[in-house]
């Protein structure tokens, strides 16, 4: 079976209603095996801030050691975002693998009348994947309700209702106390239920739950005397300052605060107060978690998790001139919530980009906006079968509200109208659906991938990555010799794409999942150069959601392989020109320098400052631009080293050689360390760990320096860590693409953040093979790449490796900088500095000359 077979007959699935009772999924569960028997659970139900809080478990769960499953829903992009072990999603090969064990059973009960769910489907799905991964414990977000909801056929070891107000009142119940009573249905048999409910919500819940514990603001009188409370200190910049404290301790014993409590004190990327509470909440589960399974939830693990905790479209800010927020609240309360948020911020005028599903409550969502200021609705329409039209929004807008309301049906156009209308103090925003905001979202997260493709082998290559039926792929392999780009798409957008650019003389091939219209799926665009820019210049001169696409071309076009040209934009290359970067005129060597006894090739060479400076004078004097400093190695199964002392490492080094004619890398994990090393003189931050440090991209931005964000699993890699990618590059960019927004979003430009796709960590030599052999696709990012592959043990794999690798080394310097590496970080700096100079004199004879 492939892929998109196996998500056809899932998403088939989504024309059975909805329906209460557990006796489906544990039939379900038992064809597969009963996984859930096998795993430690938590389930967090809630009208609002179930997908947050079920985050923060999870991130400082994973914080204090453990492999955490998360299981939520709905999706922004792809299924498998709902499955996540350890932050990766579910693999192809995995989702395939599920769909072919239980295809057969969930045929012959639809012959009966009782198919399985979607929802029950999903939810089995990820408690086999958690089983299968042996996840120490998985945090599941429930659907609806909590007593007859599909998750619940769990036993959980502790479990949270968070906020509760009117909802599904068709399954639920007419009133708030009624809703309760069924979410409170996932309270644990042995574990108190934890809520930051109040009033007749919590009322309910306690008539229904003998052992409550209570989460609320510190200045609130109810409950009285909360278990937990919390604080919020406001905003400061795009997080917010959270304080929470509880009582007993947040291992489970008396080892940490005892009788006398914990604190934590963090800031969360979430912003609002009812994210405070919600921090509340997630402390008291983590807290239970620990002390059921005898972990220690240290409070740094805790405060770290929740920092990390970023959660894509709530209330995400994606721009600061105008302001963009991305916020996916659909009901009255949480379309409140956002516009208390938004106050916070100084603006002009409030431009609002709104859809919604059909079974929402409009005119409470519009009255929920009605004070913030709002000059402009455009009322559009979500490519989902249950949205509702625009006009029906429009006039719920337009009675609840004074802004000038308009429609646009398709998100992206609506987008965009907004977008020019705002002026750049003013705020736009898009709201309303969870649906709306991932159209929208694609604006800011979607890169258009040049493909290198030189063949009909290479053509039907990547048409089968992109899961284009087999007959399709046969018919278009011949025309993708061209200029090739991949999008992803919503299929209907992705069938207009296709008719405009056959009109033209070019070819669209589209996923085998595009007659599925609800997910966004592969469209393989092939044409020559002069067919696209036709293409690019029809689209930008359009009024509707194709218009966004001109850009995007333009930008894929700019990104076609060829050497140091990994910065599609001319507004980014000006950028990374005017700052005087080594890459923004050619393939870059950084030398590394490592000032530590175990680094896995030069560990202890150069440990004195004395002998760091003649290593670097030798390395500045052969041709090398940038020099990396290490005070850590990150080998697999690299110890990891205190702050002080790796700070004790580099600080002097750094001073050392601070007047040499080179950047100053610093190659550290640590924010405090990365501080440390800028005061001294570094220019650039190289984080192996890809921004796991929450304050590492704001303390780049603070300084305005350059930072490498390299793709890892974890760093150091442990060896015993095995990792499933379905395609290697495609998860990479996918991964990156995210931490790119991480980086931008605390005020770095594109052409500040380096990616490095981590040769060698988490990944096969074959693996890495296929990373530097695709290089050029990186440049879908519209970042500068980072190239690492020194002497690294992939060289294993050719026939012939000597010892060192030294040679191979060489070798893989010329491939990655011909594929479009911007830098080359490598150990040996005459060998790779003469294999640089080769490829771009062999790229650009005549300018090479003229240097």
Request: contains cysteine.
């Given at each position: ?233 406001g905003r400061e910049g795009l ?12 291992d489970g014993g008396d080892e ?7 604190a934590v004190d963090t800031r ?584």
């Open positions: 079976m492939e892929f998109h077979e196996a998500a056809d007959f899932l998403f088939d699935l989504r024309r059975f209603a909805p329906r209460p009772g557990l006796d489906p999924t544990r039939e379900l569960l038992d064809h597969v095996g009963d996984p859930h028997e096998r795993l430690a659970c938590v389930q967090v139900a809630g009208s609002n801030g179930k997908g947050s809080t079920a985050r923060m478990v999870e991130r400082a769960l994973r914080e204090a050691g453990l492999s955490v499953g998360l299981y939520t829903s709905p999706h922004l992009d792809d299924v498998r975002e709902r499955v996540r072990v350890d932050g990766r999603p579910m693999t192809e090969s995995a989702v395939t693998d599920f769909v072919g064990s239980f295809r057969e059973y969930a045929t012959e009960r639809a012959t009966d009348g009782d198919s399985p769910t979607f929802f029950e489907t999903l939810t089995a799905m990820a408690l086999w994947e958690f089983d299968r991964q042996d996840v120490d414990v998985a945090v599941l977000e429930v659907g609806i309700g909590g007593t007859l909801d599909a998750t619940s056929v769990v036993d959980p070891i502790a479990s949270a209702v968070t906020a509760v107000t009117l909802e599904h009142t068709d399954l639920l119940g007419d009133t708030v106390g009624e809703i309760a009573r069924d979410k409170s249905g996932v309270a644990p048999d042995d574990a108190p239920l934890v809520t930051a409910t109040t009033g007749d919500a919590l009322a309910a819940i306690r008539e229904e739950v003998d052992d409550v514990l209570t989460v609320a603001d510190a200045d609130w009188s109810e409950p009285e005397d909360p278990d937990v409370t919390v604080a919020y200190g997080e917010g300052a959270v304080s929470v404290e509880g009582t007993g301790s947040l940490e605060g005892g009788d006398g409590g914990w969360l990327p979430l912003l609002g107060a009812h994210q405070a509470r919600n921090a509340g909440v997630a402390a008291a589960l983590v807290g239970q978690v620990a002390g059921r399974l005898g972990v220690d939830a240290a409070t740094a693990a805790v405060e770290r998790g929740f920092r990390n905790a970023h959660w894509p479209g709530r209330f995400e800010v994606m721009d600061r001139e105008p302001l963009v927020v991305l916020d996916g609240a659909h009901n009255p309360g949480g379309c409140e919530t956002t516009a208390e948020v938004l106050s916070t911020f100084d603006y002009g005028e409030a431009h609002l980009v709104v859809g919604a599903m059909t079974d929402k409550d409009h005119r409470g969502v519009a009255a929920a906006f009605a004070d913030a200021d709002l000059g402009r609705v455009v009322a559009c329409r979500p490519d989902h079968d249950r949205a509702e039209s625009a006009e029906v929004v429009a006039r719920a807008f337009a009675t609840e509200t004074d802004a000038d309301v308009s429609t646009h049906e398709p998100v992206a156009g609506a987008l965009a109208r907004a977008l020019d209308a705002a002026g750049p103090d003013d705020a736009v925003v898009v709201s309303g659906s969870l649906y709306a905001v991932a159209e929208a979202r694609t604006r800011w997260s979607r890169p258009t991938v040049p493909l290198d493709v030189d063949s009909v082998t290479d053509a039907e290559a990547a048409l089968d990555r992109a899961h284009v039926g087999e007959a399709n792929a046969a018919a278009a392999a011949g025309d993708a010799v061209h200029r090739v780009l991949r999008m992803r798409l919503r299929p209907r957008r992705a069938r207009r794409l296709q008719s405009e650019l056959r009109a033209l003389g070019g070819e669209v091939a589209l996923s085998a999942l595009a007659d599925q219209d609800e997910e966004r799926v592969d469209a393989v665009a092939m044409a020559t150069r002069a067919q696209f820019d036709r293409l690019a210049d029809a689209l930008a001169d359009r009024e509707d959601d194709l218009a966004p696409l001109a850009d995007e071309i333009r930008a894929g076009l700019g990104a076609s392989p060829t050497p140091n040209a990994a910065t599609p934009t001319p507004d980014a290359e000006r950028s990374a020109t005017d700052r005087d970067y080594p890459w923004a005129d050619g393939t870059a060597v950084m030398g590394i320098l490592n000032i530590t006894p175990d680094s896995f090739h030069d560990g202890g060479e150069y440990n004195t400052v004395a002998d760091a400076r003649e290593r670097a004078e030798r390395m500045v004097d052969a041709g090398v631009e940038i020099l990396d400093i290490g005070g850590e190695s990150t080998r697999p199964g690299g110890e990891v080293v205190p702050a002080e002392e790796e700070r004790a490492r580099v600080v002097p080094v750094i001073e050392e050689i601070s007047d040499l004619d080179a950047m100053i890398s610093i190659d550290t994990r640590k924010a405090e360390v990365a501080r440390a090393a800028l005061d001294a003189g570094a220019d650039l931050l190289n984080d192996v760990s890809g921004l796991e440090d929450p304050e590492m991209r704001l303390v780049a931005a603070e300084y305005d320096v350059p930072v490498v964000v390299m793709h890892s699993i974890e760093a150091p890699v442990d060896p015993t860590t095995s990792v499933e990618y379905d395609d290697v590059v495609d998860d990479v960019i996918d991964y990156l693409a995210e931490r790119v927004l991480l980086a931008e979003k605390a005020g770095l430009d594109r052409s500040q953040i380096l990616v490095d796709p981590g040769l060698g960590f988490g990944k096969s030599a074959a693996e890495s093979f296929e990373l530097l052999g695709r290089l050029d696709e990186l440049a879908a990012l519209g970042c500068p790449v980072l190239v690492g592959h020194s002497r690294k043990s992939m060289f294993e794999l050719t026939e012939g490796g000597r010892e060192g690798a030294l040679d191979e080394t060489v070798a893989g310097t010329a491939l990655a900088a011909e594929r479009g590496a911007d830098v080359i970080r490598v150990h040996d700096a005459d060998e790779n500095v003469a294999a640089v100079r080769v490829a771009r004199a062999a790229a650009d004879p005549d300018r090479f000359d003229e240097e």
